[in-house]
């Protein structure tokens, strides 16, 4: 079992950064594969970024070369560095992890590859 905390949302303006944070219970966390998903005003909850069992990582086109996925398994923490921040990056955003073994963005950006999600946070930023 594995139950996930998301922190670090907030409003901030267009072009500037967030860092959000994932604090997870449970040892084994380590060997999930994790995730950053999202859900904007009046949108369907959406793939951000990855990172497979294997280390691997996997981004959503519309946030390559601005958001960063990165883990501290030491710190059982996921964090997701977000950069150059747009207006329709506002949503909540969701951490998830599992026990898949796929990789690749095909797999990883699928809900269905994921058991535990967190209660997700907010950011919102203004133009």
């Known amino acids: 079992q594995v139950q996930l905390a998301e922190s670090g949302g907030g409003l901030v303006q267009a072009g500037g950064s967030l860092r959000l944070s994932c604090a997870a219970s449970?040892?084994?966390?380590?060997?999930?594969?994790v995730a950053w998903f999202r859900q904007g005003p009046g949108k369907e909850r959406e793939f951000v970024a990855a990172?497979?069992?294997?280390?691997?990582?996997s981004y959503a086109d519309s946030v390559k070369d601005r958001f960063t996925i990165s883990r501290d398994n030491a710190k059982i923490l996921l964090f997701l560095q977000m950069n150059n921040l747009k207006p329709e990056d506002t949503a909540v955003y969701y951490c998830?992890?599992?026990?898949?073994?796929?990789?690749?963005?095909?797999?990883?950006?699928?809900?269905?590859?994921?058991?535990?999600w967190g209660q997700g946070t907010q950011v919102t930023v203004s133009s």
């Open positions: 998830a992890a599992g026990l898949t073994y796929h990789s690749g963005t095909y797999w990883l950006g699928r809900q269905s590859e994921y058991d535990y």
């Open positions: 990172i497979s069992r294997s280390g691997g990582t």
């Open positions: 449970g040892r084994t966390f380590s060997t999930y594969a």
